[in-house]
């Protein structure tokens, strides 16, 4: 499915438009989950792939990302936090 997070191809975190990566925002075993509901960005490789600040290496982004999607999923779908939680096993606004 087409993300739900953004309209234009451009990095989600810096803006920029080159080096881009697709993103599922919920991997590991809610991959699918991401792709099924459009819960992916793009990242430019350093903003998604490269220490320190890649998503996969620094939590703290990579927590922005999750609850950046949490609340999209929730008002796109018309579903409140417990029934996100139900879906993708975890709350990340709490």
Known sequence: ??????????CYLCGSTEWLEEHHIFGGANRKLSEKYGLKVYLCHYCHNEPPN??????????????????KFTRYYDKNDEE??????????D
């Open 1 to 10: 499915m087409k993300s739900i997070m953004q309209d234009e191809k451009e």
């Open 54 to 71: 890649g998503v996969h290496f620094n939590q703290e982004r990579n927590l922005y990302i999750k609850k950046a999607g949490q609340l």
């Open 84 to 93: 996100f939680r139900q879906i993708f096993g975890k709350n990340y606004l």
